[in-house]
C-alpha cells in the first residue's frame, strides 16, 4: 500500500545545514509536499515539487526529488533555530499521505 | 494571507456524545478535507469534499462521522457518538482545486474523557 518514511529525528547546529529525508512507495504521486509543524500549531505549507521536476529552491529551502528512488529531501540552509519544529513529508494521491515526521532540534 | 481557521482550539467531551468541529475554510477554494492526528501518530485523511459532496473518504470515516457545509462559508466534521478512540488532533484544509496545495488549520484537540 502507499506508504510514506522519515527518520524521526534530527539535531543540528544554528548555521549549519540540516537535511530531512523521506521515501515514499506510491509512484503515481503527482506532488511531494513538506510542511512544518510548531509546537501547539497546524500544520503550515512549507513547499512543495511537482513529480516531474527533480530539484526546486525557495530562498534557504531546496527540494530534491529522485522519482527512479522514491526518495525526497528538503533542504534547510543557515539553520536557526527558529526552525526548531517538525517536518512532515507528504504525498498527493487523491489526498495526502504523511510520514510520522521528522523533529529538528536546533542547538545553538 | 487568507488562512484556514477551525474552532473551538480545544473541545472537551463525554464517551457517547455528539461532538461538531468547525471550520472556515480559505475563501476562493472550492477543496475541503478533514485529518486527524492521533498522539504520536501519523496525520491521517479522513474525508474530502467538494461541489457539496464527499468526494473521498478513508475507512476511518465510519457512519459516525459526517460532514457538512451548511452555508457559504463553514465546513464541519460532526461525529455522532464519540468513542474513547476519536481523542486525536482533528484539522481542516482547503485548495483552489483538486491537487493544488492543501492548506491547513491550526487544528482542534478533540478529549474524549
Known amino acids: 500500500g502507499e506508504d510514506v518514511e522519515q527518520s524521526l529525528f534530527l539535531s543540528v547546529r544554528e548555521g549549519d545545514s540540516s537535511v530531512i529525508n523521506c521515501t515514499y512507495t506510491?509512484?503515481?504521486?503527482?506532488?511531494l509536499y513538506w510542511y512544518k509543524q510548531e509546537p501547539g500549531a497546524g500544520l503550515q505549507l512549507l513547499t512543495y515539487i511537482f513529480s516531474n521536476m527533480d530539484m526546486k529552491q525557495d530562498q534557504r529551502l531546496t527540494v530534491l526529488l529522485n522519482k527512479k528512488d522514491k526518495h525526497l529531501s528538503l533542504r534547510i540552509a543557515d539553520t536557526q533555530t527558529g526552525d526548531s519544529a517538525i517536518y512532515f513529508c507528504a504525498e498527493y494521491i487523491r489526498n495526502l499521505i504523511f510520514g510520522k515526521g521528522t523533529k529538528l532540534s536546533v542547538k545553538p | 494571507e487568507p488562512e484556514v481557521t477551525q474552532t473551538p482550539s480545544h473541545q472537551v467531551t463525554q464517551m457517547g456524545q455528539e461532538v461538531i468541529l468547525r471550520c472556515v475554510p480559505i475563501?476562493?477554494?472550492?477543496?475541503f478535507y478533514w485529518y486527524r492526528q492521533i498522539l504520536g501518530q501519523k496525520v491521517e485523511f479522513l474525508v474530502s469534499f467538494y461541489n457539496n459532496e464527499i468526494s473521498e473518504k478513508s475507512e476511518i470515516f465510519d457512519d459516525q462521522f459526517s460532514v457538512e457545509r451548511p452555508d457559504g462559508s463553514n465546513f464541519t466534521l460532526k461525529i455522532r457518538s464519540t468513542k474513547l478512540e476519536d481523542s486525536a488532533m482533528y484539522f481542516c484544509?482547503?485548495?483552489?482545486?483538486?491537487?493544488?496545495?492543501?492548506?491547513f488549520g491550526d487544528g482542534t484537540r478533540l478529549s474524549i474523557l
Open positions: 506510491d509512484s503515481s504521486s503527482t506532488y
Open positions: 475563501s476562493n477554494h472550492l477543496y
Open positions: 484544509a482547503s485548495s483552489v482545486v483538486e491537487d493544488q496545495p492543501q492548506h
